[in-house]
């Protein structure tokens, strides 16, 4: 055996420990309980912000830690989470939707620790919580989208089909649904259009009523209106799935809950505002020509909706000629006026409608609408009420100057940071239908401290019978396999924290798997030196047999090991993909701690040594 190892080996392992402790340490301070402040756009927030929020919680006798400003948010901090929650209604009541008001966990770690970049590892939903977000799909916006589009097909097809008719409506009928009224002038002109019409739109059920002169209605039927809910259901949740891949949250679930809720499970989420924010906004935009004909001074004409746009009215035909889901991508850029935009490239559908109606509009105003469903809340005697309501506002009027095809750009937007954010939520993917947070819940704080107590309670506990044997029966070789038990446990949670990964319970019991499997490949180790030395073999020679003749074992153990746990990682769910994470990281470091920290130890313990009689290793 070599007597003197390699000081770079024992440079690199003093390194490794470094690091090992720096990325590992933070999840030893925990965290505040603590309430976020944001602005609902890009706007900074105003600096008196943060006395307001120190008279309400005054006013209400709410004790705080802390408020502090970081980064584009305002950060209070609490001592318990009753008091953070009664924060939060009576905050999101008195600021109503003034700013996202979102509950948040802040780090404890020392400042000393932040600037390496420390953080402490995230917890999932069943060990700390994180959030839980109801999102509900408003499918009944898509299906007036959808009829209010139509009233134009239906006109067309009776004018080449030279009907006459007076007039044409969307009209809501009292259990709430909607429907198209079409008025005709005699009675034959409405047999005409009731033969003709009910062939051309087979997703309509078409019925006359007389009672009310000629006149026929159309309305979709159930199997046309499920087909839409479930296309905006389905397209919504892939949209959701790209905008939580956004935010960096692993382990995500986002899974469809009932006829128009998506249920979003964002564990460990520490910025719990930018998820409602983001998750919760539509970047549905609405590109529709602007009504000229008529004065915007006076109310809307039939077919047409008044808007304001930079201070003044403005008259926008109802017809969507492009909506946000045709884009594919979009990315913010400066044009060569100096003023930001967005470059938008089309692919989703709906290209070809709109190049046709540029193409015939060359020289008209054309407005691109931008679609948000809000939702606020308010104390309402004494009780927290959510109110939703959908805003529209045009964010850009520009004359068509050429039929405009795949690529185009959105110009005169407010400002740099502005066209950015525009960019992201449409290039995450422009929702096809509004959402609004129906339900936010902070989930079982409670449960996941239990869950954390009694899983390292069963940690601990192994691990000490583990420690008390290993030392009882291998001595001293057993206590250099307790040491490189502790480090292997300090470098996985060290490399979770610095991945930004996940730690679930299964996570927790992928972790006690690696501790078996670690302490396995000392036990193999030492009973390869006991072996060598019971056959008469030097203590020094013993124990340069033992590591290498167990090292192909040992490897040959942790590569079958890690193939299931890479097949798991593969083919498994949320939470056995963590289990697969946690072991996979285990069996690397595992190799590190068990095999060549421990010989480091041994070297480093008999190298002074000028002769070596025995090995303490219990014989």
């Keep these: 055996m070599q007597r003197q190892y390699p000081i770079w080996k024992y440079v690199a392992f003093a390194l490794i420990l470094v690091f090992g402790i720096i990325y590992s340490v933070p999840n030893l301070f925990g965290d505040d309980p603590a309430v976020q402040i944001s602005s609902p756009n890009t706007t900074a927030l105003p600096a008196d912000l943060s006395n307001q929020v120190k008279q309400i919680l005054e006013t209400g006798h709410l004790p705080y830690q802390s408020i502090k400003q970081e980064g584009d948010n305002l950060l209070i901090r609490f001592t318990n989470p009753d008091t953070q929650l009664k924060a939060r209604d009576i905050l999101k009541g008195t600021l109503n939707e003034q700013y996202v008001v979102a509950l ?327 929702l096809t239908a509004p959402v609004d947070i129906a339900q936010e819940q902070t989930v079982g704080p409670s449960l996941g401290a239990a869950n954390i107590e009694k899983g390292i309670l069963s940690l601990v506990v192994g691990t000490s019978l583990v420690f008390l044997f290993m030392i009882l029966y291998y001595r001293l070789f057993g206590l250099f396999a307790d040491l490189a038990l502790l480090l292997n446990v300090v470098f996985i949670v060290a490399i979770l924290s610095l991945l930004g990964g996940t730690l679930t319970l299964p996570g927790i019991a992928g972790i006690v798997l690696t501790v078996g499997m670690s302490v396995d490949a000392n036990v193999l180790i030492n009973e390869r030196i006991r072996e060598e030395l019971r056959n008469g073999m030097s203590p020094i020679s013993s124990i340069r047999a033992g590591y290498e003749r167990a090292f192909s074992t040992i490897v040959d153990a942790n590569v079958t090991t890690l193939i299931v746990a890479v097949v798991l990682f593969a083919l498994g769910s949320g939470s056995v993909k963590s289990f697969a994470v946690t072991l996979t990281i285990g069996l690397a470091t595992s190799m590190v701690t068990a095999i060549y920290f421990t010989r480091s130890l041994v070297n480093f313990f008999y190298m002074n040594k000028k002769q070596v009689k025995r090995l303490s290793i219990g014989i």
């Design 104 to 430: 948040n966990l802040a780090p404890r770690t020392p400042k000393i620790l932040q600037m390496f970049g420390a953080q402490p590892m995230k917890l999932g939903l069943d060990l700390r919580g994180g959030v839980h977000l109801l999102v509900h799909v408003d499918a009944d916006s898509l299906v007036k989208t959808r009829l209010e589009g139509e009233t134009h097909t239906f006109t067309n097809e009776l004018r080449q089909d030279n009907i006459r008719y007076t007039s044409v409506n969307l009209d809501s009928l009292p259990d709430s649904t909607l429907a198209i009224n079409i008025q005709f002038p005699d009675e034959k002109s409405l047999n005409e259009a009731y033969s003709s019409l009910p062939r051309k739109f087979s997703d309509y059920l078409i019925t006359k009523k007389k009672e009310d002169g000629f006149v026929l209605r159309a309305t979709l039927t159930e199997d046309a209106i499920k087909k839409i809910t479930d296309f905006a259901v389905d397209q919504n949740m892939t949209i959701l799935n790209n905008r939580v891949n956004e935010l960096g949250v692993s382990e995500a679930v986002v899974q469809r809950q009932g006829r128009d809720h998506v249920s979003v499970d964002l564990p460990g989420v520490q910025d719990t505002a930018r998820a409602k924010d983001l998750l919760g906004k539509t970047a549905t935009l609405k590109f529709q020509m602007v009504e000229t004909e008529h004065d915007a001074s006076g109310s809307a004409p039939m077919g047409s909706k008044l808007y304001d746009y930079d201070g003044r009215p403005i008259l926008l035909k109802n017809q969507v000629i492009l909506s946000g889901s045709s884009i594919t991508y979009a990315t913010s850029a400066f044009g060569e006026d100096g003023r930001p935009n967005v470059q938008v490239r089309l692919g989703g559908g709906g290209e070809s409608l709109f190049h046709r109606v540029t193409a015939d509009n060359v020289g008209k105003p054309m407005a691109v609408v931008y679609v948000e469903s809000k939702s606020n809340s308010k104390l309402i005697n004494g009780k927290l009420v959510v109110v939703r309501h959908q805003v529209e506002k045009v964010i850009n009027v520009a004359t068509i100057q050429s039929a405009l095809g795949n690529n185009f750009q959105i110009t005169g937007l407010s400002s740099e940071k502005y066209a950015e954010n525009l960019a992201l939520l449409l290039r995450s993917g422009a």
